[in-house]
């Protein structure tokens, strides 16, 4: 598990950007990546499946409600940009717009949420 020490809040991991750790409203973390770039870690926790449910509402739901205090403010942004592969600004989406998006990533199997159990 030397991989879940070497992770910081918010901060793209590596030359070859394998995810985000956020934390959830509960304070536990979990890697956001795309699929392409999971850790190739056999102890890595699979990704939680029904966040793909009802057109991403469980994943939309965890990204809207995530820790205030452990995350950064604008990590919704920044994962934005890392799964869509753009370096945009983007200000003219909302903070729930962004959440929806994301949620949309995760439902098409795009993008993964797996809890990281210390």
Known sequence: MELHNTFQPGVVHGAASNGFTVYCRY????LV???VNRPDDPFLNLP???????????????????HPVLNSSNVLSHIYQYATQTSSIINDLSYAEIAQELAKLVSTNKLQVIPLNE
């Open 48 to 66: 939680i499946d029904y966040f793909k449910g009802l057109d991403g509402y469980f994943a939309e739901q965890f990204f809207i409600n995530l």
């Open 33 to 35: 990546c795309l699929c």
């Open 27 to 30: 304070g536990l973390p979990h």
